[in-house]
């Protein structure tokens, strides 16, 4: 199959290059409004009992719980001329909206507006329920208080709530998108001149990573038609497009270099390199996108936005690696090391050309054969770092994003702020407790509202609320709702006996929900991504025992970054790394979902390239216990410096996104470009080798019906075969 896609490229270059512009051109103007199609929220699971009661106070009574919130704060304290003039003002034009509902504050709620008073009596609220889900309400609170905001006679206004916290986050991301991409790309270039040298050869995984971004984009487009996504997929996009497309190339331009060093004509170089480096490539990608699609187990489309972008990235980054690649290496040739900047270097220097390149005296190589000298120390040792890394992760937290995911200069975080430390009760805290059908017994709902009102916590029930066969009661309360108490009282109201079934909803509802469902979905995701990556490494390797080993060190690595994520972004040490971060004492729980089945699938990346090189020097050997560690080594040191700049390129992409002044998305890059570089080098350079050290002969074995299945299924691209009675490579 590979052979044949390097004759197609061969023999028709410029139709084949002409035809993938257009489709490119094309794919490059449909996608390019993605983002205007794509929303800001999809955290919640639609069938949970907090999402059917938002469904049914917005179907039945038209309302829902407070989601804005304007503080009003005046020098002269909230009961001034002014700030009751301001506050009078607000409260009307957001009642002139016909999305707005529930508008409350503290100079029309009466005696109940005195929770709306700050401590200090300089500052007071004006609280709001806009319509909509989490996509349409924001743009919609945006649009009414826009406006209203800033300055007015001395009187300050500023928004919060979660509508705010959405619009914010939104901007935020999109604006540090950009700025990543301005990082990143640069970045990235000069690396990939650093590396190969040429400016030919550095340009190549570039069109390859924006040929994969520009496609995903069209695919987001076209998948927003008839599904929610979520806008924080562009970030996946970009990372994923970039550092996919970098790797993929990375390997196939190499080894395409290689060739041409060893005395093959382009067209032969072309053809080997698809049929090894793009073997490894074709394996590699089926490892990420496999890992990728498990988060569709998750009913929250912030998730599952993530596996169709990721998906999408790896399928077209890899069409860009095995179709337009040996087509664009046909055309380039023997020039691919033209334009060679670092021999300008050199000669500027006064220092003599490069020596003839030999892996046994390349760093990898010995630094491999190092290892498995003292395999067992040298791997315990490294083991019990991983594991001490990791612990922190025994004590992780999990809750929802509030507020405090933006920087302290934005609006919402510092309206948050100021309900947490200045007001006598949150104003946004109640929980709503929702009865579809009261009908059997309509005469309880006093009693059951008493009920409420006597659970630990609550400060007051409103009255129950009609609407045909249903009711509904707001539970006010004194505690902040990401808190353990708020979540308890959540539940202390699930338990309170009534005589009809209750749905409760509200921030905290949502929040222990959407926690809870994440929790039952994560063992199958995990099932798959196990057996999804076991399955298709035995079809690349034939063998029973690196499957295993790929797992047992992939997980090993991982739950050290995931002991790091929590050290700094959970208990708050180490603040000086990320500048304006606010931690919470918990992290967002889709984050350590959507980090480990991107990191598994990225670890497996190397994992792929390393183990192809290995298995084809062990092919091509004895097949003795010297021969396997031979084969280790020389696989290393073939693919140690490619991996390793991989890793430093794919890392740089992530440093970028770790940039973000939105926490969780700081998460997100800070723990994904330090699994890539751990995994690259400390697991790929010590634990991968002393496993196989000492393992030897029994790396490469399966049994018999196995090894059978293997030689009928797993693709072979030009490789021998093993002999008869021989632990199986493939």
Same mark, same amino acid.
């Given at each position: 199959m590979l052979t044949r896609l390097a004759d197609l490229?061969?023999?028709? =270059?410029?139709?084949?290059?002409?035809?993938?512009?257009?489709?490119?051109?094309?794919?490059?103007?449909?996608g390019i409004s993605a983002s205007r199609h794509l929303h800001s929220g999809g955290f919640n699971s639609p069938d949970s009992d907090s999402s059917r009661a938002a469904d049914l106070l917005q179907t039945r009574f038209h309302t829902g719980e407070a989601n804005l919130i304007l503080e009003v704060t005046a020098p002269d304290g909230a009961d001034s001329t002014a700030a009751r003039a301001e506050g009078r003002r607000l409260v009307e034009a957001i009642e002139r909206s016909p999305y707005a509902d529930r508008v409350s504050s503290y100079w029309t709620a009466g005696r109940a507006g005195s929770a709306l008073r700050s401590d200090d009596g300089r500052s007071a609220l004006v609280v709001a329920t806009i319509a909509g889900d989490d996509s349409t309400a924001p743009d919609r609170a945006h649009d009414i208080v826009g406006p209203l905001l800033g300055e007015h006679d001395g009187v300050d206004v500023r928004a919060g709530g979660s509508t705010t916290v959405y619009h914010q986050v939104n901007d935020q991301t999109t604006h540090d998108l950009a700025r990543a991409e301005m990082i990143a790309i640069p970045i990235t270039v000069v690396v990939l001149i650093w590396v190969f040298g040429s400016v030919v050869a550095s340009l190549l995984p570039l069109a390859v990573g924006l040929t994969a971004i520009v496609g995903t984009l069209a695919i987001l487009r076209a998948l927003s038609m008839v599904? !929610?996504?979520?806008?924080?997929?562009?970030?996946?996009?970009?990372?994923?497009?970039?550092?996919?497309?970098? !790797?993929?190339?990375?390997?196939?331009?190499?080894?395409?270099?290689?060739?041409?060093r060893a005395g093959d004509e382009p067209a032969a170089a072309v053809r080997h390199t698809m049929q090894t480096a793009g073997r490894a490539v074709l394996f590699s990608a089926l490892t990420v996108a496999l890992s990728l699609a498990a988060m569709l187990v998750f009913p929250v489309y912030f998730l599952r936005s993530f596996a169709y972008a990721g998906v999408a990235v790896v399928v077209l980054a890899t069409l860009a690696a095995l179709v337009l690649l040996p087509v664009l290496l046909t055309l380039v040739g023997p020039r691919i090391d033209a334009l060679d900047l670092r021999a300008g270097v050199r000669r500027l220097l006064g220092r003599p050309p490069p020596q003839p390149w030999e892996v046994e005296r390349s760093f990898w190589y010995r630094f491999a054969r190092w290892t498995m000298r003292y395999a067992v120390p040298v791997g315990l040792a490294v083991i019990a770092l991983l594991v001490a890394v990791g612990l922190p992760f025994l004590h992780a937290r999990f809750g929802y994003p509030d507020e405090r995911v933006l920087p302290s200069t934005a609006s919402a975080h510092q309206v948050g702020d100021s309900m947490r430390e200045r007001y006598p009760t949150n104003?946004?805290?109640?929980?709503?407790?929702?009865? =579809? !059908?009261?009908?059997?017994? =309509?005469?309880?709902?006093a009693g059951y509202a008493r009920d409420l009102a006597g659970l630990p916590g609550v400060t007051s029930v409103t009255p129950p609320a009609r609407s045909g066969d249903a009711a509904y009661l707001s539970v006010a309360n004194r505690w902040d709702p990401?808190?353990?108490?708020?979540?308890?009282?959540?539940?202390d109201v699930r338990a309170t006996d009534a005589p009809w079934p209750v749905l409760v909803g509200g921030q905290t509802a949502t929040d222990v929900d959407s926690v809870d469902v994440l929790g039952e979905r994560l063992p199958l995701a995990i099932g798959w991504i196990a057996l999804a990556t076991f399955v298709v490494l035995f079809l690349f390797t034939g063998s029973l025992l690196l499957p295993l080993k790929a797992l047992v060190l992939n997980t090993l690595s991982l739950s050290a970054t995931f002991g790091a994520m929590v050290f700094i972004f959970q208990d708050g040490h180490w603040p000086w790394l990320f500048g304006d971060l606010t931690t919470t004492g918990y992290l967002v729980p889709t984050m350590p979902l959507l980090m480990f089945c991107v990191a598994f699938g990225l670890s497996m990346d190397y994992e792929v390239f390393l183990l192809s090189r290995?298995?084809?020097?062990? #092919?091509?050997?004895?097949?003795?216990?010297? !021969?396997?560690?031979?084969?280790?080594? #020389?696989g290393l040191g073939r693919t140690g410096r490619i991996v390793t700049a991989g890793a430093? #390129?794919?890392?740089?992409?992530?440093?970028?996104?770790?940039?973000?002044?939105?926490?969780?998305?700081?998460?997100?890059?800070?723990?994904?470009?330090?699994?890539?570089?751990?995994?690259?080098?400390?697991?790929?350079?010590? #634990?991968?080798?002393?496993f196989m050290r000492v393992a030897g002969r029994w790396n490469w074995w399966a049994p018999g019906p196995l090894a059978r299945l293997h030689d009928r299924i797993g693709l072979h691209e030009g490789s021998p075969a093993p002999r008869e009675g021989e632990p199986v490579a493939g």
């Open positions: 490229g061969i023999r028709s =270059p410029r139709r084949i290059l002409a035809l993938g512009l257009i489709v490119l051109v094309v794919l490059g103007a449909f599904t !929610d996504v979520s806008i924080y997929a562009l970030n996946m996009t970009t990372a994923m497009g970039l550092a996919l497309g970098i !790797d993929y190339s990375l390997l196939i331009v190499y080894r395409y270099r290689e060739q041409l104003a946004i805290a109640s929980l709503e407790v929702v009865a =579809p !059908d009261v009908s059997s017994a =309509p005469g309880a709902l990401r808190s353990d108490a708020a979540k308890q009282l959540v539940r290995i298995r084809e020097e062990w #092919l091509a050997g004895g097949r003795t216990t010297a !021969d396997n560690t031979r084969a280790v080594a #020389l430093l #390129l794919m890392a740089i992409v992530f440093a970028a996104i770790a940039g973000s002044k939105v926490s969780f998305m700081m998460l997100f890059g800070s723990g994904l470009a330090m699994a890539v570089l751990m995994d690259a080098t400390i697991v790929r350079g010590t #634990l991968v080798p002393a």
